[in-house]
Structures are given as structure tokens and as C-alpha cells.
């Protein structure tokens, strides 16, 4: 099943175009949009076919994931504390960025920031005044008084941030040694410190074969998240940005847009100030270069914060536009009792390719005014932290691998979230990559088997 059937006249392996008839509820002042051209899904497909893998792997200078565990302690801790930063290695990656292959499967534009991560319950909230669920953004004092508090509890540091999440799912299915198609290459545009903490999330990034390209910034601080999770599995988040949370476009970024498949913008990019002008500058180019633009949400927060610039990007810009089911609500302006599905559906008049998860609920795909409901499948969940991230992993690797059948991207972006939740972190396993790419492969087989009878 490639489409809904009110949408199954037209081509499941295009991005389609808007439709030309208004919905039927329009959000109030929406921010006026020219009309834009729209994508090929099978584009990308032609793009890296047939190409060699091993060049991609020898730009991490030796470094690779195949094998490792999601948990790489004993580095961690020496990156900490303020051990090597590993400039030589540093190097390979600046390298990559001007002398890199011809070009990129994947791009990402976004916030670097270590994660540190560990659960509590729901009196350490209260007793420190916060609120359960939530994001906020925290000075330096403040992110001092909750690390302190955390003083004698077990959490864990790694190199997070939603994008990278994304990326570092991605990479790892798409390097799968039970994929038999060629490697995709995934790269990330950000900005980091020259301090301890950005060598560590430089150092775990190449180790899950993703290319952080971006300089370091000279005597810049790096942003963290500390991510707090309850019992429930509800996380609540505090992020600070630090002094280095900023996005310039210049030639080295410009050179980099160019040369890219499928351009990622993470949504909470819009909350750093001066950012709005690159981001528009990178889509424009992104736009010329024939490359398709994803936009996640992140949170409602920073949509109601930035809402303007959001559509500015979104209706002008966006080919694939990832959000949960509040943000999709924020977006249109609905009030809460509204359905996703309705959200779906009229976010999908606006932007070609819309994915609206529901958490327990399952999740939509929306295209030329439907949406196609993807139940969820079986899960425990452990540690809700990274799901909308993997999800998103798991609905770009589909439409990489030319996949046409928008029911079964669906369906293993939903499984992909599911492994995720059913464990502590928020990274996809190198060895749930590998069982989960072998059986998208065979799915995609078998439709090419059906196809051919």
C-alpha cells in the first residue's frame, strides 16, 4: 500500500505537489506562501547508485562503529576529564569538509550538545522546582544547581542533541553489514567549543561514522542537555546552549549545502539568535543544488516562540517536515481536542511529505491532503528520550533507499522508535541497525518481486 487511496492516482514515488484546493480549516494568519517546486522520492536513489562504500569510511581515519556497543564508558570518561582532545583527528574531519566525497547523502544543520542523562523520580523534580515533561532553557548557575543535586546519582554523558540522534541512527542503518546497498554518507554542520566536551562529542560522532564538519569555536563553551527521566519514562529536559550555540553560513558551509543529497534542519536552531538568515541561506542553496530539505519541529515551545520564522522556512522551503503530535497542533493553530490526523492533513497541503507520531497512539504520514495512519508496534517503554528522533532516522532511510511504499517506511520508522524506547538512551544499537535493515530490505524485496510478477 504506497498511498491512501483518495491519493492513489498519482505516483507514490514522488514528494506530491500542494494541492491546488484550499483546506477545508485554515489555521488563523498563517504567513503568506509562494508556491515552490517540489521533489522526486527515487531522485536520491539515482544519486549515490552504484557508487563505492569504502570511501566514506576512510575519511574517519580508521574510526567505525561496527561491533561497538551504545555504551563506550571508558572514553567517555577520559574525554571528560579533559584528556586528549584527539586534534589530529579533528583534522580528518575538517578534512572531509573540503576534500570529502563529491557528495553527501545527508547534511545536518543543528544545536551539538552532550547529553547528560539519568533517571530520578518525580520528588527530585519537585523538590528542585521543575516541571515534569517539559524543556526549558537554563543559564550556567542553573545547570550547576541541577548537576549538583544529581550528586551521588548514575547518569551518562554522550554526545546528543535530537539531530545527531537522527544522524547516528541513520548512519548506522545505512552502514549495515546486512544492507546490501552502498553506504550512505552522513554529515553534521553545528557548532561546538574548543573545550573538553566538544573533542568528546566530535570523538563519539565519528565513532558512529557520522562527519561533524563544523570548526570548533576558539575559547567557545560547548551546550549540554540534561535529560532527566522518571520511572513513568517521561523525560523532562534543561538545556544550555552555551557560548559556541551559534550558526554562521559562510563559504565552508555554503561549499558543503552544495554538495548535499537531503539537508536536515533541526527545529531548535530557530531558538539561536542570528541563525534564521543562515538557515534560509542554506535552504536556498539547498533548493539550487536539487536537494531535497527535512525540517523537524523539536518542540512546541520553540514553535510558539518562533512561529513566523517556522512557516517562513516550512511553507517556503520544506519538502519533509517531522513533528509529534502537539507540535502538528502548533503549528495550525488547533486547540488540543483536535486529532493529529487533522493536523496531518492540513500540514500535508503545505509542505509535500508530513510525519506526525503519537506516541502509544502510532503516528500518520500525510501527503497531498490524506494521511495514512501507521499503527504502533509492541513495546515496553523504558526510556521515551530520542523516539521522535529515531522515527525520523528510520522514515529518511526509507525514502534513501528509493523506497515508494509509504505504509512500510512508516512501519519501520515506528520499529525503530520502538527499539529505541524499549531501552536506556536515546541511540539506536549498531546490532538493532543490522536486524532492522535486513528486514526493510527484504520488505523492499518482496515489493520488487510482486512487481515483477
Not at 557520522?210 to 567557545?220: E, I, R, T, Y
Not at 503516528?363 to 495512519?373: C, D, F, H, L, P
Request: hydrophobic share 40%; net charge negative; with cysteine.
Amino acid at each position: 500500500m504506497a498511498l491512501a487511496s483518495a491519493a492513489s492516482t498519482s505516483s507514490p514515488s514522488r514528494l506530491a505537489p500542494r494541492l491546488a484546493s484550499p483546506p477545508a480549516r485554515a489555521p488563523s494568519q498563517l504567513p503568506a506562501r509562494p508556491p515552490r517546486r517540489f521533489c522526486s522520492f527515487h531522485r536520491l536513489a539515482v544519486l549515490w547508485e552504484g557508487r563505492a562504500t569504502a570511501r566514506a569510511r576512510a575519511l574517519l581515519g580508521g574510526f567505525s562503529d561496527a561491533g561497538a556497543s551504545e555504551s563506550d564508558d571508558d572514553e567517555e570518561e577520559d574525554a571528560l576529564r579533559g584528556g586528549d582532545p584527539r586534534e589530529d583527528e579533528d583534522a580528518v574531519d575538517l578534512a572531509a569538509a573540503s576534500d570529502g566525497p563529491e557528495r553527501w547523502d545527508v547534511l545536518g544543520l543543528g544545536q551539538a550538545m552532550v547529553d547528560f542523562s539519568g533517571m530520578v523520580d518525580d520528588e527530585f523534580l519537585e523538590r528542585l522546582g521543575i516541571e515534569k515533561g517539559t524543556r526549558k532553557v537554563v543559564n550556567h548557575e542553573e545547570r550547576g544547581r541541577v548537576l549538583r543535586a544529581m550528586d551521588g546519582c548514575s547518569y551518562k554523558a554522550a554526545a546528543g542533541g535530537s539531530l545527531s540522534n537522527s544522524l547516528v541512527a541513520l548512519a548506522r542503518l545505512g552502514s549495515s553489514r546486512s544492507d546490501s546497498y552502498p553506504e550512505l554518507r552522513i554529515a553534521m554542520a553545528g557548532s561546538v567549543g574548543s573545550d573538553p566536551l566538544g573533542s568528546f562529542y566530535r570523538a563519539k560522532l565519528r565513532r558512529a561514522n557520522v562527519h561533524f564538519l563544523s570548526k570548533p569555536v576558539k575559547d567557545g563553551t560547548t551546550g549540554t542537555v540534561i535529560v532527566l527521566t522518571t520511572p513513568d519514562a517521561q523525560r523532562t529536559m534543561l538545556a544550555y546552549q552555551g557560548t559556541s550555540s551559534t550558526l554562521s553560513y559562510d563559504s565552508d558551509l555554503a561549499n558543503l549545502v552544495s554538495k548535499t543529497n537531503l539537508l536536515i534542519v533541526e527545529g531548535y536552531l530557530f531558538e539561536l539568535s542570528h541563525t534564521i538568515e543562515a538557515i534560509k541561506q542554506a535552504c536556498e542553496e539547498a533548493h539550487k543544488n536539487g536537494a531535497l530539505i527535512a525540517v523537524t519541529a523539536s518542540d512546541v515551545s520553540c514553535i510558539k516562540r518562533c512561529y513566523n520564522d517556522f512557516w517562513d522556512i516550512v511553507g517556503n522551503y520544506a519538502d519533509i517536515l517531522f513533528a509529534n503530535a502537539n507540535e502538528a497542533r502548533a503549528f495550525c493553530e488547533l486547540p488540543l481536542t483536535d486529532s493529529p490526523m487533522s493536523a496531518t492533513r492540513y500540514l500535508s497541503h503545505s509542505v509535500p511529505l508530513v510525519s506526525v507520531t503519537d506516541g502509544v497512539h502510532g503516528s500518520y504520514i500525510g501527503v497531498k491532503g490524506e494521511a495514512i495512519y501507521i499503527p504502533p508496534p509492541p513495546c515496553i517503554p523504558i526510556d521515551t528520550c530520542g523516539a521522535g528522533d529515531a522515527y525520523a532516522s528510520g522514515i529518511l532511510y526509507g525514502i534513501l533507499r528509493g523506497a515508494s511504499d509509504l505504509k512500510g517506511i512508516g512501519l519501520l520508522a515506528s520499529r525503530v522508535a520502538a527499539v529505541v524506547v524499549g531501552q536506556q538512551g536515546t541511540r539506536l544499537r549498531v546490532q538493532d541497525a543490522d536486524r532492522l535493515a535486513e528486514s526493510f530490505a527484504l520488505h523492499l524485496d518482496s515489493l520488487e518481486f510482486c512487481s515483477d510478477v
